[in-house]
């Protein structure tokens, strides 16, 4: 069984020292449920909100764009969010890349 700083016996002398042990497990606490409090309406909200953009720097229809495509199937069911396919073919990739950028 472990010993939390809640669960923690009170084994102390001084009043004082009592009443800041006190406190701080109060402050723990009461900072734990707050932050607790804040996180649950971001666990409710879904993201993405609209269907994800994959930009694929090569030509439509080359390997890379089959193999971008198989797996943005694959994405799609599991997750259950969309996926769009862009090809942005030129300059060796550095078009997709600056698109990407952006």
């Given amino acids: 069984m472990a010993i939390t700083l809640i669960d923690a016996p009170l084994i102390v002398e001084s009043s004082s020292l009592k009443r800041d042990v006190i ?14 409090a804040v996180s649950l309406p971001a666990a409710a909200q ?31 069911s599991s997750m259950g969010q969309s996926l769009v396919v862009e090809n942005v073919a030129g300059a060796a990739g550095l078009i997709g890349a600056e698109r990407l950028a952006r």
């Avoid at 406190?23 to 707050?34: D, E, H, N, P, Q």
């Fill in 23 to 36: 406190m701080i497990r109060t402050v723990l606490v009461t900072w734990g449920c707050a932050m607790l």
């Fill in 46 to 76: 879904t993201y993405p909100g609209k269907a994800i953009q994959v930009v694929v720097p090569m030509q439509a229809g080359s390997a890379g764009d089959v193999t971008v495509r198989i797996l943005a199937q694959k994405i799609t």
